[in-house]
């Protein structure tokens, strides 16, 4: 039998460095430049699976709503929506080296649909990849250039024997539902 089991990056970086995971995948903000910042968690296999492109989530009628493209650095004072399992804005930060980012409210689950309900409701702007965000008006980020990289950590060393009787368990860490297709 296979497990699924939804982890922040973190979690999931550690239960395959133990041996409880065989594989997991992890996602965030990053630039095209530099690498998805994970845990180091020893001898483990990295892979890239997938890049995509991020959008602002504005609520309907938002003053931004009509632009082709924003640039983070016109949002810096807006509220954002703090979701740190989903789009975390400290992160957000370092990544596009800007302060500001103010959070206007939390939302502490794992799932960007929320994230993107909360911001079309007026709550605070998301930055997403277009493929999570089911509402509100996106709005292509144009700068900073901020992808949304997908990665496997997988046990580097030959695994284990499995204990007999032991499921198999898959943690995914990633967001976006379509970056583990």
Do not use: F, Q
């Not at 998301?126 to 008006?137: D, E, F, H, Q, R």
């Amino acid at each position: 039998m296979t497990t699924l089991r939804i982890a922040g990056a973190a979690a999931a970086v550690a239960l395959v460095a133990s041996g409880e995971a065989d594989l997991a995948l992890a996602d965030g903000p990053a630039a095209p430049s530099d690498p998805l910042n994970l845990p180091d968690a020893g001898p483990l296999t990295t892979v890239g699976v997938r890049e995509e492109e991020l959008v602002v989530v504005l609520p309907e009628g938002h003053p931004l709503a009509g632009r082709a493209g924003l640039r983070l650095d016109d949002l810096a004072d807006a509220l954002w929506v703090d979701a740190p399992e989903v789009m975390p804005l400290d992160r957000l930060r370092a990544v596009a080296r800007l302060e500001g980012l103010r959070p206007g409210i939390r939302y502490e689950g794992h799932d960007p649909a929320v994230a993107a309900r909360l911001a079309a409701a007026g709550h605070g702007l998301t930055l997403l990849p277009a493929s999570a965000a089911p509402c509100g008006v996106r709005v292509p980020l144009v700068a900073p250039r901020i992808v949304h990289p997908g990665r496997t950590r997988a046990r580097g060393p030959p695994a284990r024997p499995r204990r007999r009787g032991r499921p198999r368990a898959h943690v995914l860490s990633d967001r976006s539902p379509t970056a583990s297709a």
